[in-house]
């Protein structure tokens, strides 16, 4: 649920309901247990949660090939050296990975020549990481999810309106989530530019 009290893709969250209705219509739904209504927005949201979960998981354990790689240029850039814009926009994403260690300070900055090349490896690197990531992404089911949200688009209001016997508020049905929408949420890493390799 973000910030603003919404559940992501448009859902209602149950506090919604807290002084929108007559007291007795509340004491009439609760009398009744979790209402058929809220069972299927959570449903729908552990779905997502999980969904999302396995995916930056699989993201992290990918992410491993790349630290050695990473951790060395790193070293050097923490003993100051310089580094293109592009490596230390790539560098910070593969660092700010939970599974990262650092590595013992170098003793020294590697050269400009030095981080051109190793600069120009890792970036080989991250376009084989994304190549591979990408395909991954978009492979990913959504059969579970897509038949969740279809089911709340349907059912919703109407479970919603049974349970606050013949309440009516509006609803506004949720975008079903789509691969495209995976891979605005779960990309790869920054592109190095060319002319560092």
């Not at 919404?6 to 007795?24: T, Y």
């Not at 491993?64 to 850039?77: D, G, N, P």
């Not at 013949?166 to 779960?186: A, C, K, N, Q, W």
């Given at each position: 649920?973000?910030?603003?009290?919404?559940?992501?893709?448009?859902?209602?969250?149950e506090g919604v309901l807290a002084g929108a209705f007559p007291e007795e219509k509340l004491a009439w739904a609760a009398a009744?247990?979790?209402?058929?209504?809220?069972?299927?927005?959570?449903?729908?949201?552990?779905?997502?949660?999980?969904?999302?979960?396995?995916?930056?998981?699989?993201?992290?354990?990918?992410?491993?090939?790349?630290?050695?790689?990473?951790?060395?240029?790193?070293?050097?850039?923490?003993?100051?050296?310089?580094?293109?814009?592009?490596?230390?926009?790539?560098?910070?994403?593969?660092?700010?990975?939970?599974?990262?260690?650092?590595?013992?300070?170098?003793?020294?900055?590697?050269?400009?020549?030095?981080?051109?090349?190793?600069?120009?490896?890792?970036r080989r690197r991250i376009l084989d990481f994304n190549a591979r990531w990408l395909h991954y992404v978009a492979a990913v089911?959504?059969?579970?999810?897509?038949?969740?949200?279809?089911g709340y688009n349907r059912w919703y209001p109407l479970e919603r309106e049974f349970a606050l016997r013949g309440v009516r508020?509006?609803?506004?049905?949720?975008?079903?989530?789509?691969?495209?929408?995976?891979?605005?949420?779960?990309?790869?890493?920054?592109?190095?530019?060319?002319?560092?390799?």
């Amino acid at each position: 649920m973000s910030a603003g009290g919404k559940i992501p893709g448009g859902m209602e969250p149950e506090g919604v309901l807290a002084g929108a209705f007559p007291e007795e219509k509340l004491a009439w739904a609760a009398a009744l247990g979790v209402p058929a209504f809220v069972r299927r927005a959570n449903a729908l949201e552990e779905a997502q949660s999980t969904l999302h979960d396995r995916i930056r998981a699989e993201r992290s354990r990918r992410l491993r090939f790349l630290h050695a790689a990473a951790r060395e240029i790193e070293s050097s850039r923490r003993a100051g050296a310089v580094l293109p814009p592009g490596i230390a926009a790539a560098l910070d994403e593969i660092i700010s990975d939970p599974r990262f260690r650092p590595g013992a300070p170098a003793q020294s900055a590697l050269s400009p020549r030095r981080v051109a090349i190793k600069a120009g490896r890792l970036r080989r690197r991250i376009l084989d990481f994304n190549a591979r990531w990408l395909h991954y992404v978009a492979a990913v089911s959504l059969e579970e999810v897509r038949s969740l949200q279809m089911g709340y688009n349907r059912w919703y209001p109407l479970e919603r309106e049974f349970a606050l016997r013949g309440v009516r508020m509006s609803f506004t049905p949720i975008r079903l989530l789509d691969p495209e929408d995976l891979i605005r949420m779960h990309p790869g890493l920054p592109i190095i530019a060319e002319e560092v390799s």
